[in-house]
């Protein structure tokens, strides 16, 4: 049947019709909250590049942890930035380091709040790369993969001893998802699910993150262990060997410029797929709405919506706060 027995927009007719026949609908439970603490008390440091998010320290945090509680949103993710760097990111996983007292400091004061924390080093670290570095057989100096799984394993430890509710290693070092479960199983912290970051894209998109988190590689780039944005079938793989190392959760970042790989991963796999709509991603829009060229909540909320409609159930996003109150 065509027109004019078929006329589509006999259901878009009105706001009820439309209400009724809306696919997607967007809700604050699908959404996380990134933040940055550092140290000190008071802080609260805007990060230029991304508008209404800030370096925050604990006492600040917890303040910004309850508006998110607030705004509907169910989950934060943590990330660390120490005033101390090293070659092996030693504050990653101290337990009296930065991360370690922001996850305490939530939980107690917003105990209902998931907790999830970054497990990587590249903010830990002084050469600002996400492992151990080695001269490998190029002559080249790269990440040790496998000295660097130690070293995830003792933060993810860390995360859990101070409390976090999830753990999710950003590194893309290979056996990371295998190594921290076995670790977290043998010390008690079996109920602690993993959130994988499977299919991290060495990405243009991460530019203002490095900024807020002053983690920039010091020599070299990333791509030796994230993964070249051409490659869709290679994104498939590495999600189908993180559910098979036991991650609970997949995530797929960047997300706009990749929803045709979380749509393939929401087709082939069963586990909840998360996309991490990153900071590039946030910045263009914002700059777009400072210029009066584009409406940021309308832009913002498509973007969501798209994101959720490609397969993605949970979106690590810095609208998280601001969104759930829209949505409410
Ligand atoms: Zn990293």
Redesign the pocket.
């Known amino acids: 049947m065509t027109f004019p027995r078929v006329r589509m927009r006999r259901l878009r007719r009105n706001a009820t019709f439309r209400r009724m026949m809306c696919e997607i609908a967007l809700s604050p439970d699908d959404l996380i909250m990134p933040l940055f603490v550092r140290c000190g008390s008071g802080v609260r440091n805007e990060i230029p590049s991304m508008p209404g998010n800030y370096q925050l320290s604990p006492d600040t945090l917890v303040e910004e942890a309850r508006a998110v509680e607030g705004a509907g949103v169910p989950a934060v993710i943590l990330f660390g930035i120490p005033d101390e760097k090293d070659a092996v990111g030693s504050q990653a996983y101290a337990a009296d380091g930065i991360i370690c007292q922001a996850i305490e400091a939530v939980k107690q004061a917003c105990p209902a709040l998931c907790v999830i924390t970054d497990v990587?080093?590249?903010e830990y670290t002084d050469h600002g790369h996400?492992g151990v570095i080695h001269v490998n057989r190029d002559g080249r100096r790269d990440v040790d993969n496998d000295a660097t799984l130690e070293l995830l394993v003792k933060e993810a430890l860390a995360h859990a001893h101070a409390g976090a509710d999830m753990v999710a290693p950003?590194?893309m070092m290979d056996g990371r998802v295998g190594a921290i479960r076995d670790a977290l199983d043998a010390a008690g912290f079996s109920d602690v699910p993993i959130m994988a970051y499977s299919a991290k894209f060495a990405s243009a998109f991460y530019g203002p993150f490095r900024d807020a988190a002053e983690?920039p590689p010091q020599f070299g780039d990333r791509c030796s262990y994230q993964m070249d944005y051409a490659n869709g079938r290679e994104a498939l793989r590495e999600i189908a060997l993180d559910i098979e190392e036991g991650a609970d959760i997949v995530m797929v970042k960047p997300a706009l410029p990749y929803l045709d790989i979380i749509r393939r991963a929401a087709e082939r796999f069963d586990v909840p797929i998360a996309a991490y709509q990153v900071s590039g991603e946030f910045a263009a829009i914002k700059a777009a709405a400072a210029n009066g060229w584009l409406d940021e909540k309308r832009a913002a909320l498509e973007t969501l919506t798209a994101i959720r409609r490609a397969g993605a159930k949970l979106i690590l996003t810095y609208w998280a706060k601001e969104a759930g109150a829209w949505l409410r």
């Open positions: 990587c080093l590249c996400c950003s590194d983690s």
